[in-house]
């Protein structure tokens, strides 16, 4: 089989009028453009030019030869352009997985501006709280929340955000109930509990010290818009990731209980398998997610 980087040499010879003119254009020894000609020759076993000192003309079989290595060339032009189109405009499915609140929090107001920024994308997000294993059921992208780090596994993966998991209450709560002056005294507050085996809130400060704190419980939900519903309208005191109560706190509908002291910190990662995330769509849709999120967006959200 023909070695198509001969044909190339060739072409550049010919459209050069000669080998050293070609050499120039190509960034290559005199040499290495002769050496190609004369194997592309042994190989069709045909001459294809005619080559004295003075002269450098095609052979009847060389015109026909040129005209395709041309061709061939223009359509590897056509193929690097396509391929560059594609880096730069992303198209194509992505399928993420992600659980409830990362929807709810992360990703309802991002996604339709990714959609907007790459028309040609179609995003499929699948949302749930079970485990995915991303090879088996055929997805690129799954989003995950994390208290500790990730065990090591075949999946890449890149930290998106770490957000510290806060206290907070109804502007009514307090000021019927006062505000705790230490965390000692949430044990005579009302709390909101995540679940029903959930007894105590382990918190610390920035100094280190950390204060196991039991409220009485008021309300149990494993739903995190049901939580901040229920503070809102006065049930209690609730402990959630910042970007949970965020947009609440920021409307006033929400204060920040206790700011100096905080309940650890949650994690959120994208994973993908190692060959889809080379992806042009992948990796388009990931370093979007890995922007910080603007401004005007977090203060919509």
């Known amino acids: 089989m023909l070695n198509l980087n ?20 190509l960034g290559c020894p005199k040499s290495t453009v ?3 000609v004369a194997t592309l020759e042994a190989t069709l076993g045909v001459q294809l030019l005619h080559r004295t000192s003075r002269s450098f003309t095609l052979t009847d079989v060389g015109r026909d030869v040129y005209d395709h290595a041309r061709a061939v060339m223009i359509e590897a032009e056509a193929a690097e352009t396509v391929v560059h189109r594609r880096l730069a405009e992303p198209s194509g499915t992505v399928r993420i997985t992600a659980s409830v609140p990362i929807a709810q929090f992360q990703l309802a107001d991002r996604l339709p501006i990714l959609a907007r920024q790459y028309p040609k994308l179609r995003i499929q997000l699948h949302v749930t709280d079970r485990f995915i294993d991303l090879v088996q059921e055929g997805f690129d992208i799954a989003i995950r929340s994390h208290f500790t780090t990730l ?4 999946l890449v993966q890149r930290r998106m955000s770490e957000e510290p998991i806060t206290l907070v209450a109804a502007p009514s709560y307090i000021a019927e109930r006062g505000e705790p002056p230490t965390p000692e005294a949430l044990s005579d507050h009302d709390g909101l509990m995540t679940s029903a085996t959930m007894k105590l809130w382990r918190l610390g400060d920035a100094s280190g010290r950390i204060v196991e704190v039991a409220p009485r419980p008021q309300l149990y939900a494993d739903e995190s818009v049901s939580l901040v519903k229920a503070a809102e309208m006065g049930l209690g005191i609730v402990c959630l990731p910042e970007m949970i109560s965020a947009q609440a706190v920021r409307e006033g509908r929400l204060v920040r209980v ?15 398998p190692h060959k889809r995330g080379q992806l042009p769509a992948v990796r388009a849709v990931i370093d979007f997610l890995m922007q910080e999120r603007p401004a005007a967006l977090r203060h919509s959200s």
């Open 6 to 25: 001969d044909l190339h040499f060739f072409a550049q010879a010919v459209e050069c009028g000669g080998f050293a003119a070609a050499a120039r254009r």
């Open 151 to 154: 065990p090591d596994s075949d």
């Open 34 to 36: 002769s050496k190609r």
């Open 258 to 272: 206790l700011p100096a002291w905080t309940a650890g910190s949650v994690m959120t990662t994208i994973l993908t």
